[in-house]
């Protein structure tokens, strides 16, 4: 059988499920956004992640080479913020073809270096290799959060309220090469100590907030009418385009009122929106809907 | 200008250069086997590294899936050995083209799966990524080593002995698939606390010893006649085939006779030989003699 029409999904679920799992200090593995050590006497939490874009796939061979490399960071970077966490150290590996020319090259790490600078990420190693294929980067990133505070997707709860972060659609008209990680955010929004689940929308909305409604074994109910569509996009395209890179969380509907009144006050100028509910049924849906599948 | 011919090592220093350090924390960056993360507190350092392997450069499409897998793992805890620290959790990423088969996808996990059962390398998260060129496997490893302890690249001294442990070139002929990484054998020589200088053998001694005399600001000199050559392979290819994935250290001629001797005790099947010197002046050689260059 080709992975073709497999599923990417259902793939990670089986080799998931072949590990063991056999060092203690492994808190949180393969499932979540980022993987949670943690440590005998710190009072931080490891957070671990690796992600990859590939040309062709992420990124057209003529995008600006700089905006691929801010990209390449940021994926990462948004998430550690979905965990509520601090980005600090990166490695990056860069798969070249052999006719990629040395300034594109420079360029693309102009972009990393800029991502990096901007959102306190230090690059401490990598790695060159040539490729007979498609250019890549590849990008794994430790960050940490206070101990025992990581959000994760499976703390959703029947009756939370379902929020986003911005707004969703048409990311692949500039945004996804140019996003913004929520990573203050999402450490705001950890910190608040309120947040159930949480995690960065990747694969749009209708194959990433099942995700997260099924890490927490329960199903979901969306206000179709008020999730708030990027301009130019449409409804359709804010559920399933994909790349919108902006938090999708949950709270109980009890601490809802004083969220939204403080993050109106901390960030401005980026709406926090209510989008749904968390329902007491699972869905049965061995599929999504929608959103992107990589195969 | 294209990167054929450029050279790997000169592009990576050259994009190295303009890294900014801003994270006090980071006690080695770029440029050594490993980074290498102090944290206040902590008995430990923590060691992060990253590495890919490419189909059609690094492995034939043709290869045992498992074999595969084993090596991508093997060949980030063999740096993780190489520093003297020990290998914990893995982050794995798969680029895969679309026909590829499913059970080739298996294959290739239960050789990442089994290198990790062996060498105590929990897997604790990735991602899979569709990729249109040649399949790819990403790895990136964090491992520990006691604080202060790691073993450099550039604490070389001139009259320090050169060593190298196994025998050296063919590794086409299949080691290169299911090496051992020698990260127990590096471990406990980071312990003696004897060793000056100590990096893994990937691009062949040609290219790899010149780098770590480069690191230390000496020179250095080969007894060839004494290179433990693998059976099948001839001294050239001891020197540039690469892929050998054996410990390359130096110390000094005082600490030598004892560390011979108490190394034949705990590896009795595992040669450690005296394969040169390193000499106070540096050489003058911006490209190297031989060895893999990957560009």
């Known amino acids: 059988?080709?992975?073709?029409?497999?599923?990417?999904d259902r793939l990670v679920t089986e080799l998931v499920a072949n590990l063991r799992h056999f060092r203690k200090e492994v808190a949180v593995g393969p499932g979540d956004d980022c993987a949670v050590i943690t440590e005998r006497g710190s009072?931080?939490?490891?957070?671990?992640?690796?992600?990859?874009i590939v040309e062709g796939v992420h990124f057209l061979s003529s995008a600006p080479a700089a905006q691929v490399g801010w990209k390449a960071l940021c994926r990462a970077i948004s998430d550690i913020?979905?965990?509520?966490?601090?980005?600090?150290?990166?490695?990056?590996?860069?798969?070249?073809?052999?006719?990629?020319?040395?300034?594109?090259?420079?360029?693309?790490y102009s972009g990393i270096?800029?991502?990096?600078d901007r959102y306190?990420?230090?690059?401490?190693?990598?790695?060159?290799?040539?490729?007979?294929?498609?250019?890549?980067?590849?990008?794994?990133?430790?960050?940490?959060?206070?101990?025992?505070?990581?959000?994760?997707?499976?703390?959703?709860?029947?009756?939370?309220?379902?929020?986003?972060?911005?707004?969703?659609?048409?990311?692949?008209?500039g945004w996804h090469l140019r996003f913004h990680p929520r990573v203050s955010e999402g450490r705001w929004l950890g910190k608040t100590g309120w947040i159930h689940?949480?995690?960065?929308?990747?694969?749009?909305?209708?194959?990433?907030?099942?995700?997260?409604?099924?890490?927490?074994?329960?199903?979901?109910?969306?206000?179709?009418?008020?999730?708030?569509?990027?301009?130019g996009a449409?409804?359709?395209?804010?559920?399933?385009?994909?790349?919108?890179?902006?938090?999708?969380?949950t709270i109980s509907s009890e601490n809802l009122p004083k969220l939204l009144k403080n993050w109106s006050r901390h960030f401005p100028d980026l709406s926090l929106s209510v989008i749904g509910e968390l329902t007491p049924e699972m869905h049965e849906e061995p599929r999504q809907a929608g959103g992107f599948q990589h195969f």
């Open 81 to 108: 913020g979905a965990m509520g966490g601090e980005a600090r150290h990166a490695l990056v590996t860069l798969g070249l073809r052999e006719d990629v020319s040395v300034a594109w090259v420079r360029r693309l």
């Open 113 to 116: 270096r800029k991502a990096g």
């Open 197 to 231: 689940a949480m995690m960065d929308l990747s694969d749009g909305l209708a194959a990433d907030l099942p995700r997260l409604a099924r890490a927490s074994g329960v199903g979901w109910r969306l206000f179709e009418e008020v999730i708030p569509v990027r301009r």
């Open 43 to 52: 009072r931080w939490d490891q957070l671990l992640k690796t992600d990859a």
């Open 120 to 173: 306190g990420v230090e690059i401490v190693g990598g790695e060159t290799v040539r490729t007979p294929g498609a250019t890549f980067v590849s990008v794994s990133l430790a960050g940490r959060v206070e101990r025992g505070r990581a959000v994760l997707r499976n703390g959703g709860r029947a009756g939370d309220a379902v929020l986003v972060t911005g707004k969703l659609g048409g990311s692949i008209r």
């Open 234 to 249: 449409t409804l359709h395209g804010a559920l399933t385009d994909g790349e919108d890179y902006e938090l999708l969380l």
């Open 1 to 8: 059988m080709k992975l073709a029409g497999y599923g990417e």
